[in-house]
C-alpha cells in the first residue's frame, strides 16, 4: 500500500517524480478539468480526499501550491505535483470481488484482520473500494483507482442503484414490505428502500431482494430491525449494470471493457442513474429516495 506523511490521512502519491507515465487511450485528457476531479481520476485517492489533499496544501500546479476548490487545472499541459512528487498518470484499473464474511473494507485496519485491497494483485496497490460492506456481509466489490468513476458510482445524485439478496428470520408480510418501501425512521433520518420483493420462503426465514440508489451505515440490517426481522444474511448482488454472477466467494477477476463502458454510461447525465432517480411515484412504491 502507498505510504502517507506523518499525521496526514490522506495518501501520499507514489512514484520518483521525475517522469509522468505515458497517456493511455483512457487517460487522454478532456481539457481543462476541476483538480480534485484530476487527482481522483489518476487514482492518487476518493475525490473527497483529493479535496482534504488541496485544502492542506499538498498540491502545486506549475511550482505554485493551489488550496482553493475547484481549481480548473489541465493535465495534458501542466506540472501537478502533491507531496512534492509529479503526479503519475497510472493505466486504470477495475476489479470486481466477491468479498466473503469476515473480509473488511476499509483500507486500514489496526486488528489486522484480512482487507478487500489484499484480494487484487500487489501491482495494483493503490486501488479503493466503491461502495463497503460490513465484516458480516458479503458479495459485490468494485475496485478501482478510476477516482472520477467511483465517486459517480457511489454518489447518491447519479442514483446508481444497489440490489442485495437478504435472509431475513421469519415471514415479512406486505404490511412490512410497504413500510420499507415507504420509509423507515432510523436514528438521523428516514431510510427508504427503491425496491423490495420475497424472493423465496423458507420454514424460518425468507429471502428478500432489495434495491438501493443512497446508502448510510449498516442501514439494510438496521431497516429490518426496526420492522421486527433480523438479517441473518446479507450479500450484494449487483452495483448497477455490474453482476456478480458465478464468481466464488472469495475471488477477484478484472472487469471487461464493456463492463467499465457500462458503468460509465450508468452514471452519465441523463443515463441509467439519471433517469432511473426521475421516474414518477406509484403507488405502494418509494419516493425515489433509498439509502443502502
Known amino acids: 500500500m502507498s505510504r502517507t506523511k506523518p499525521k496526514r490521512s490522506a495518501p501520499s502519491v507514489r512514484g520518483g517524480g521525475k517522469r509522468v507515465a505515458r ?3 483512457q487517460q487522454v485528457s478532456a481539457g481543462p478539468q476541476r483538480l480534485q476531479k484530476v487527482l481522483a481520476s489518476a487514482g492518487v485517492a476518493s475525490r473527497r480526499q483529493c479535496e482534504q489533499l488541496i485544502l492542506e496544501g499538498r498540491v502545486e500546479i506549475d511550482g505554485e501550491i493551489v488550496t482553493v476548490l475547484g481549481t480548473k487545472v489541465d493535465a495534458a499541459s501542466q506540472a501537478i505535483r502533491v507531496d512534492g512528487v509529479t503526479l503519475a498518470k ?3 484499473a477495475y476489479y470486481l470481488v466477491n468479498k466473503p464474511k469476515g473480509v473488511v473494507s ?3 485496519d489496526p486488528a489486522g484482520r484480512p482487507r478487500v485491497v489484499d484480494m487484487v ?3 495494483h496497490a493503490r486501488l479503493f473500494t466503491v461502495g463497503r460492506l460490513d465484516l458480516e456481509s458479503e458479495g459485490l466489490i468494485l475496485l ?4 472520477e468513476l467511483a465517486h459517480r458510482l457511489a454518489h447518491p445524485r447519479f442514483g446508481v442503484e444497489k440490489t442485495y439478496q437478504v ?3 421469519g415471514v415479512p408480510d406486505k404490511t412490512v414490505l410497504d413500510q420499507l418501501r415507504r420509509g ?3 436514528a438521523e433520518s ?3 428502500v427503491a425496491a423490495v420483493r420475497v424472493k423465496r420462503k423458507q420454514k424460518q426465514s425468507t429471502i428478500l431482494e432489495m434495491v438501493l440508489r443512497e446508502g448510510k451505515n449498516r442501514e439494510i440490517r438496521r431497516m429490518l430491525a426496526a420492522v421486527g426481522h433480523k438479517v441473518q444474511r446479507l450479500k450484494r448482488i449487483s452495483l448497477g449494470p455490474l453482476k456478480l454472477g458465478r464468481l466464488p466467494s472469495g475471488e477477484t477477476r478484472p472487469l471487461t471493457r464493456l463492463e467499465v463502458a457500462s458503468l460509465q454510461r450508468a452514471t452519465e447525465i441523463g443515463g441509467e442513474g439519471r433517469e432511473r432517480r426521475r421516474e414518477p411515484r406509484t403507488p405502494g412504491r418509494g419516493s425515489g429516495r433509498s439509502r443502502r
Open 184 to 186: 423507515v425512521r432510523l
Open 106 to 108: 476499509t483500507h486500514r
Open 23 to 25: 497517456k493511455t487511450s
Open 121 to 123: 494483485p500487489e501491482e
Open 167 to 169: 435472509q431475513v428470520a
Open 144 to 147: 478501482t483507482n478510476d477516482g
Open 190 to 192: 428516514e431510510a427508504v
Open 90 to 92: 497510472p493505466k486504470l
